[in-house]
């Protein structure tokens, strides 16, 4: 087991910890949930920190952890939820799929691990976790479709997304490139998803945008797009639960989606 100073061991976490954070609350569908998690592997390490292992690098390490105490909590969603609403279909949903899909899809895509130290996370064998990913595809992409709006202001990048999400079985409702022609078009049709950039065109606010779209027409989920997500993850005051770094694949465009139409989040960013 790899060791670190204990200098070394905080610098190594915090680093990490914004991605952390991501993972879990796109893995429990929610805020309060996500942190929760996170704040006790925080607690688990203090208290043990041998239980840190960087031998596949301090992300690896952290993540390693949380999934630990993850897998022996039964590895439980936010039932906090209204009854009838959609993040609580949504989960129902998510309770049918193959155990670990989930897990191993986020790490994959969205948190970038390779086959291997995805492995070492879940403390399994790297051919389990590979069709673990190739199943959580196969079933997300059989069970929901729906209608998506782009708010992006970059056309290389609206075009690109809107070819990926139209792959995977979904409508594009249109693409706006200002926070007027984001309300306008979410009036005009009210989208399953919203995809949103967070600066605009104009130099409007995707985050606004997007919150006046909520607060005007209802429950939403949204996926924020940005080049520096680790500023919007500071733990300061309400953070997106779906999060894609820019540059971002493909695999995590789908994931992201995949995932966001599932828990049907609508926690977003009030700046």
Avoid at 35 to 43: C, I, P
Avoid at 160 to 183: N, P, Y
Avoid at 260 to 270: C, D, G, I, R
Wanted: net charge negative; charged share 20%; proline share 4%.
């Amino acid at each position: 087991m790899s060791q670190v100073t204990d200098t070394s061991l905080s610098a190594q976490i915090g680093a990490n910890l914004p991605y952390l954070r991501r993972y879990a609350r796109a893995l429990t569908g929610s805020t309060a949930s996500g942190d929760a998690y996170a704040a006790a592997t925080l607690e688990a390490i203090l208290s043990d920190p041998a239980q840190f292992d960087a031998a596949h690098g301090p992300k690896a390490g952290l993540f390693r952890v949380f999934h630990a105490i993850w897998s022996s909590s039964g590895a439980q969603m936010d039932d906090d939820v209204a009854p009838g609403s959609l993040q609580a279909k949504a989960q129902d949903h998510l309770r049918r799929l193959t155990p670990n899909t989930r897990e191993a899809l986020l790490l994959h895509t969205v948190e970038g691990f390779d086959i291997t130290p995805l492995a070492f996370v879940m403390n399994a064998a790297a051919d389990e976790v590979s069709e673990l990913v190739d199943i959580a595809y196969a079933e997300m992409a059989r069970s929901v479709s729906g209608k998506v709006m782009i708010i992006e202001d970059e056309a290389i990048i609206a075009a690109d997304l809107e070819s990926i999400v139209a792959e995977m079985g979904h409508r594009i409702t249109g693409i706006a490139r200002t926070e007027t022609r984001a309300l306008e078009l979410a009036a005009e049709e009210k989208p399953d998803l919203i995809l949103s950039d967070i600066q605009l065109a104009d130099q409007s606010s995707g985050i606004d945008a997007v919150n006046r779209i909520l607060d005007r027409d209802g429950e939403v989920p949204v996926i924020f797009i940005t080049a520096y997500p680790e500023r919007l993850l500071t733990g300061e005051g309400p953070e997106p639960a779906f999060l894609i770094s820019k540059p971002y694949t493909e695999q995590q465009v789908r994931s992201a989606v995949s995932q966001a139409m599932f828990f049907a989040s609508t926690e977003t960013l009030k700046a």
